[in-house]
């Protein structure tokens, strides 16, 4: 693991003081897609320039995961990696393959394993498969002290038999990309495990999930981290279902980012910042506190120097 420093929020605040717009970490970020193949640096760059300090490359592949390592080597610091099998992959598990991951993982620039877990919503591996898969993946953190980056999709009942077999000696669980129920996000957090909220955000329909989540007041901050998902998830602002107090929440600069740099196609990190804003306005809170309680909690769950 990387070198433990005790990070305060006090400190975290003092620093926010030095930039005109908030510290962010994004807990996940595909930077190994293709689709940055030509200028990592600019994203990077523009990244930082909107406030994120910070970003979490996820592996999804043995391949991918050596990729993203590979990539904090030469963003030291700004750069962080996970390891790990996608649900979708798991059917590409092989014992050979195995070992090599568990070398990745063991890198301290490596900070949580992952992204793993369950996706039974488009079963493009056996769900026996990824079931085993998913177990090596939880067994390997707990063996690593590493967090555990979870990907579930209509898998909530089957992903909680798995996590609930090793109860006591999981390590900080981290649900990513949530798009569950409030239901659902109340038996998570119950095990202390955390919620990823995306830009997924404008895109719930429906009256009992992620929106219900956040203005019911049940996600308690200490329990939320921010990611985009980049390339994916592309928080669309203009969606007809956000309500306007959530779009007038949004700010000049955020919405700046977002236009210029983002699309459907293509998200990139420097979409989080209006993502923050949303969720503030869904949480009826200050986008400040907010990123600042989402950065305090990245920083101490990934032991982030
Ligand atoms: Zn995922």
């Not at 940055?36 to 640096?41: A, E, M, S, T, V």
């Not at 996706?119 to 690593?144: C, G, T, W």
């Not at 209006?274 to 949480?283: R, Y």
């Amino acid at each position: 693991m990387a070198a433990q420093v005790e990070t305060k929020e006090s400190d975290l605040l003092d620093m926010a003081k030095y930039y005109e717009n908030y510290i962010l970490i994004d807990v996940g970020a595909n930077l190994t897609s293709k689709k940055y193949g030509r200028d990592l640096d600019s994203v990077i760059q523009r990244a930082k320039d909107s406030g994120v300090q910070k970003i979490m490359v996820t592996g999804t592949s043995v391949k991918g995961s050596k990729e993203a390592l590979r990539l904090t080597r030469i963003y030291p610091n700004t750069l962080y990696s996970t390891a790990g099998i996608h649900p979708h992959d798991a059917k590409s598990y092989t014992d050979e393959s195995w070992a090599e991951l568990k070398q990745l993982a063991n890198n301290p620039e490596c900070v949580a394993i992952g992204e793993c877990g369950l996706d039974y919503n488009r079963n493009f591996s056996d769900p026996e498969d990824q079931k085993i898969v998913f177990k090596k993946h939880v067994e390997l953190a707990i063996e690593m002290t590493k967090p555990i980056f979870v990907h579930e999709r209509d898998a909530h009942e089957d992903l909680l038999k798995v996590l609930d077999e090793f109860h006591s000696k999981l390590p900080p669980v981290v649900i990513h990309c949530f798009t569950g129920t409030l239901e659902h996000a109340l038996t998570y957090l119950d095990r202390g495990f955390y919620i990823g909220l995306t830009g997924y955000l404008c895109k719930d329909k429906s009256d009992v999930g992620v929106r219900k989540l956040l203005e019911s007041g049940s996600l308690p901050l200490d329990r939320l981290v921010v990611e985009t998902d980049a390339p994916f998830m592309y928080p669309n602002t203009r969606a007809s279902k956000l309500p306007d107090n959530v779009k007038d929440s949004l700010t000049e600069r955020s919405t700046m980012f977002l236009h210029r740099y983002c699309t459907f196609q293509r998200n990139e990190p420097c979409s989080l910042p209006a993502i923050v804003e949303m969720v503030a306005a869904f949480m009826n809170k200050k986008p400040e506190e907010v990123a600042l309680a989402t950065s305090f909690n990245a920083m101490k769950l990934f032991g982030l120097s």
